[in-house]
Nanobody, 124 residues
Framework: EVQLQASGGGLVQAGGSLRLSCEAS????????IAWFRQAPGKEREGVSC????????SYTDSVKGRFTISSDNARDTVYLQMNSLKPEDTAVYYC?????????????????WGQGTQVTVSS
């Protein structure tokens, strides 16, 4: 069973930075994909970024391009989301999710396993 543990959220002022971590375990195969989604109050969960271990590709939603960077520590099966130049509209609960298909899509149905979420709050 795949388990994901998200951490690193917190309260930060606009323009600040945070780094989220997603520690994964239980993969049967190592050609997996891990994505970050976020959900603000009253809004649908949206895909933020994704990394594919299958082909090494990364993807970002338009609103975070140039500000967020996703990376992985292969030895530890941990994925990071470095978030810079944070804006109040980035405030949300951030979830990491994984699939063993190995490819990325910003579609919640594409991911079978989910972490518990970590709160990111950006003050103006």
């Amino acid at each position: 069973e795949v388990q994901l543990q998200a951490s690193g959220g917190g309260l930060v002022q606009a323009g600040g930075s945070l780094r989220l971590s997603c520690e994964a375990s239980g993969f049967t195969y190592h050609d997996y994909a891990i994505a970050w989604f976020r959900q603000a109050p009253g809004k649908e969960r949206e895909g933020v970024s994704c990394i594919s271990k299958k082909d090494g590709s990364t993807s970002y939603t338009d609103s975070v391009k140039g500000r967020f960077t996703i990376s992985s520590d292969n030895a530890r099966d941990t994925v990071y989301l470095q978030m810079n130049s944070l804006k109040p509209e980035d405030t949300a609960v951030y979830y990491c999710a994984s699939n063993q298909i190995g490819f990325c899509r910003f579609n919640t149905n594409w991911f079978a396993s989910w972490g518990q979420g970590t709160q990111v709050t950006v003050s103006s």
